[in-house]
């Protein structure tokens, strides 16, 4: 199956980006889709796709791909690369080229796929627990692009001013994992939202993203040293400045959901752990089901493994 696509694509298949900063990576990406599928990719002069390295810090991505669209067609991206992560040890060149190659899929119109880190360059996370990730364009992620830009295919439009995608350092192949990572576990009731914010990071400041507070009533605790009441959550995406802006993997809160939020505090702020990963929804009864897999949990079994973590820890 090909890998899911936005219904935008850029108006021709000779695609020109300029680089900023990280020439080895993005050329590397370049080439790989280019000798991979229909589009030729050329570094050269462009003002509406910049590619380029920034220091960010801790902001939880070491890849970004913003992008902007008019009906079906893509008129503008910005791709980067977070020097916070990339300059750490474990992240080796071909690593860091199979990151670069993964945001110029996005810029290319594809979209996150979940089919393992071995089957799809578009997975959305670095690093795998149990499985190596691939770092080049696989044959679902070739069909996809050369489907998408064959010979008069037509497109609806995406009704959306601004759309993120981001590429995260971890993965967890349970769920033991998010309760490692979190730095607080809470259940709480969605209170309120508060208008999008634009924000900028590390050393990044010509561009910026757009996140929204949400107030969240907290009425349980799981883990981490906070009071029950009320607590501000940072998650990616919102409108701002009359547009609205979409994250990939970010689904807004309602208002009167009872979630339980697996969180870290980073710059100030708690964030959701992957977005839509770190966060479960209440149903009926002590069942929850996660927003992104739409798997289930017992409240049972979430408590047995936060124990077990919790004496492992002492």
């Not at 702020?269 to 897999?293: A, M, P, R």
């Amino acid at each position: 199956m090909p890998t899911p696509v936005w219904p935008y694509s850029w108006p021709s298949k000779d695609i020109t980006f300029k680089i900023d900063s990280g020439t080895t990576y993005y050329n590397a990406a370049a080439s790989r889709w280019n000798n991979a599928t229909n589009v030729t990719m050329t570094s050269g002069d462009s003002d509406v796709f910049i590619a380029k390295e920034v220091n960010a810090g801790e902001t939880g991505w070491d890849g970004i791909s913003q992008r902007s669209s008019s009906g079906s067609e893509i008129t503008g991206c910005t791709v980067k690369l977070n020097t916070f992560y990339t300059s750490q040890e474990k992240y080796t060149e071909e690593i860091i080229k199979g990151i670069a190659t993964h945001e110029f899929g996005h810029a290319l119109g594809l979209k996150h796929s979940d089919e393992g880190p071995d089957k799809t360059i578009m997975y959305p996370n670095t690093f795998s627990a149990d499985k190596v990730r691939v770092t080049t364009p696989q044959q679902p992620d070739i069909e996809a692009i050369n489907g998408k830009y064959s010979s008069g295919l037509q497109a609806a439009p995406l009704d959306v001013d601004t759309e993120y995608s981001v590429i995260t350092p971890h993965y967890t192949t349970n769920y033991e994992g998010y309760i490692c990572d979190a730095d607080v576990i809470v259940e709480g009731i969605v209170e309120s939202a508060g208008d999008g914010s634009e924000h900028t990071f590390g050393d990044d400041k010509d561009t910026s993203l757009i996140y929204t507070d949400f107030d969240i009533n907290v009425k349980v605790v799981y883990d981490g040293s906070i009071p029950c009441g009320m607590l501000t959550v940072h998650q990616m995406g919102g409108k701002y400045g009359g547009k609205e802006h979409k994250v990939e993997g970010s689904t807004p809160f309602t208002i009167g959901q009872r979630v339980l939020l697996h969180l870290r505090w980073l710059n100030g702020h708690y964030y959701l752990i992957n977005e839509d990963e770190g966060v479960h929804i209440k149903q009926c009864g002590h069942e929850y089901v996660n927003v992104k897999t739409n798997n289930k949990m017992h409240k049972l079994t979430f408590l047995q493994q936060l124990e077990e973590i919790k004496n492992a820890r002492k």
